[in-house]
């Protein structure tokens, strides 16, 4: 099976895929819409045609959600607890065209906790009712025990969810927990997942059909929703909770880092609160963002320069500059733990973690118990 043959399956089912519940810019005006078994090899038909690209009027299957009255996550925050002693890794299903077939067989994968010194593998973290596979998103809360995660829920109708975890004090998963919507959700891609400081509230961003983007805030316990669009921008990825819970973060297109005020969209409805701190100045692109833990600072990577910009604007400070092996991406994808000490990226099968006080790089292979090696690599958090 060839590499361009994979990457287009897992593209087309990716376009395949429903974000639904599972058992920005200064210049753009960013509106609020009111308010352990075998696992089994499962084939699906080719993919249809990508819905993002639309020969007519913008349109939208589902009218955005309104029912989350209060869509701030302002509870206590969980408590960091030192250096991360574990992280979350997540992939893809795999995939595979049996002989000259041009049908792809996907074959589910589970997500898995390692042990953050040594990329050890710990426990794979059990899936909800309806989740066959794991999908490579997962975030993390500040106490480096309590994470969410995106599943798959298999191939002939294709769905993402989302699931909270807790981890024990070994490092093993608790059950997971689905967060079941309330609101119809038919977007295609899920850009970025964030989980708020106090465990509350999901945040995740997708592409809206047609044109523009969506960024969505979703109640962990109520399953209820509210979403914010931009027209003008087409990806909204790096999104990163305030640690009061009272803002989101986010990169537009790779090009800027806006923060959108979730405190004040009552008094500001149509523009949503939304501001640019920070725009890009070279060619290379941005593509995580993170707080630090009192909330006054954003750490970010342009290219893999990893540095440091105030929320309310101003120079930035060069916080580190690993040195990334041949066939690196142009970006940095990045999880901080809730010390905001701590860098963890992947690549290639290993985890690099990045002292953001001293900027020294160290790395890990990246251990599982099940088909290791295979696919694409893992996304990691911690």
């Known amino acids: 099976m060839s590499s361009s043959r994979t990457s287009a399956a897992l593209t087309g089912l990716a376009l395949a895929v429903l974000v639904a519940g599972c058992a920005d810019p200064a210049a753009d005006r960013v509106s609020l819409i009111s308010a352990p078994q075998p696992l089994t090899s499962l084939t699906v038909v080719p993919s249809l045609p990508s819905p993002m690209v639309s020969s007519g009027p913008v349109r939208h299957p589902f009218p955005m959600a309104t029912s989350l009255a209060e869509p701030m996550a302002t509870g206590a925050p969980l408590t960091a607890t030192g ?7 997540a992939r893809t299903p795999l995939t595979h065209f049996p002989g000259r077939s041009k049908t792809a067989v996907f074959t589910p994968v589970p997500p898995a906790v390692h042990n953050a010194e040594t990329g050890s593998f710990i426990a794979n973290i059990p899936l909800p009712p309806g989740a ?5 998103l997962v975030a993390a809360a500040r106490d480096n025990r309590t994470f969410a995660v995106a599943g798959w829920t298999e191939p002939k109708k294709p769905r993402i969810c989302f699931f ?3 981890l024990g004090e070994d490092g093993r998963p608790g059950k997971p927990v689905a967060v079941t919507q309330t609101d ?40 209820r929703r509210r979403d914010w669009k931009t027209m003008a921008h087409s990806m909204v990825s790096g999104l990163s909770w305030a640690p009061d819970g009272r803002s989101l973060a986010y990169v537009l297109g790779g090009r800027a880092i806006a923060s959108l005020d979730l405190a004040r969209l009552d008094a500001d409805p149509e523009s949503a609160a939304s501001r640019i701190i920070k725009n890009t100045t070279g060619a290379m692109p941005i593509e995580s963002v993170a707080h630090t833990p009192d909330g006054s600072a954003l750490i970010y990577a342009s290219g893999h320069v990893v540095e440091r910009v105030p929320v309310a604007g101003g120079p930035a400070q060069v916080l580190a500059r690993p040195e990334l092996p041949p066939g690196a991406s ?44 295979e696919g694409d690599p893992p996304r990691a958090a911690w």
């Not at 066959?132 to 490579?136: G, K, R």
């Not at 509230?201 to 523009?212: D, N």
Request: charged share 20%.
């Open 83 to 89: 250096p991360p002693r574990f992280f979350v890794s």
């Open 132 to 136: 066959e596979s794991s999908w490579h």
């Open 164 to 166: 909270l975890v807790r």
């Open 184 to 223: 119809p959700d038919d977007l295609t891609f899920v850009f970025d997942l964030a989980l708020s400081a106090d465990g509350t509230r999901l945040a995740y961003s997708t592409p809206l059909i047609g044109g523009g983007a969506k960024i969505s805030v979703l109640d962990v316990a109520t399953g």
């Open 330 to 373: 142009l970006s940095l994808r990045f999880s901080v733990d809730g010390t905001g000490e701590h860098l963890l990226y992947v690549h290639d099968w290993r985890a690099y973690r990045v002292g953001l006080t001293d900027g020294a790089a160290t790395s890990v292979p990246i251990t599982v118990d099940q088909r290791p090696g």
